[in-house]
């Protein structure tokens, strides 16, 4: 009985390990014109440190225009102590995707503008690769691998 457990379990081992997702930096996106051929853009091969400052710039002011403060990094906190969240407007909505935007072209080193990417990129996977360019400028690698 005890080594039938112990093969049931090696077989579990296994199955969780074939499983197992890994994942990596941004290193393209696909980015259409307006005749809907599209092209593939790749990231430099080393990011500048210059774009790990601005993802941690556009953090800050992230944090600064989604919570209550006094525009000189004091925070005001519920009971709790966590932040207490601004009324979300189309302004400040769209006035954090535009530095979003910004940081996306800026870590693909300008090899497009932020109007090619607002025309370019498929809207469905806009945010996701948004979110990808933060983390990975940060370290944290977010893009799934494709199994091959």
Do not use: C, W
């Not at 969780?16 to 005749?35: C, Q, R, V």
């Not at 774009?51 to 800050?60: G, N």
């Not at 300008?110 to 983390?135: C, S, W």
């Amino acid at each position: 009985m005890t080594e039938e457990l112990l093969k049931e379990a090696e077989v579990l081992v296994e199955e969780s390990n074939e499983e197992e997702i890994e994942f990596d930096f941004l290193k393209e996106i696909e980015l259409a014109n307006d005749a809907g051929v599209t092209r593939t853009v790749y990231a430099p091969n080393i990011v500048p440190g210059r774009v790990y400052r601005k993802a941690i710039s556009l953090q800050y002011q992230t944090r600064q225009r989604m919570y209550k403060n006094d525009g000189k990094g004091k925070y005001e906190k519920d009971e709790k102590g966590h932040y207490i969240p601004l009324e979300a407007t189309e302004e400040s909505e769209l006035g954090l995707l535009e530095l979003q935007e910004e940081f996306l072209v800026e870590y693909f080193n300008n090899q497009f503008t932020v109007e090619e990417l607002r025309n370019g990129l498929d809207a469905r996977k806009y945010q996701e690769t948004l979110d990808h360019a933060y983390n990975s400028a940060l370290g944290n690698p977010t893009v799934e691998v494709k199994k091959k």
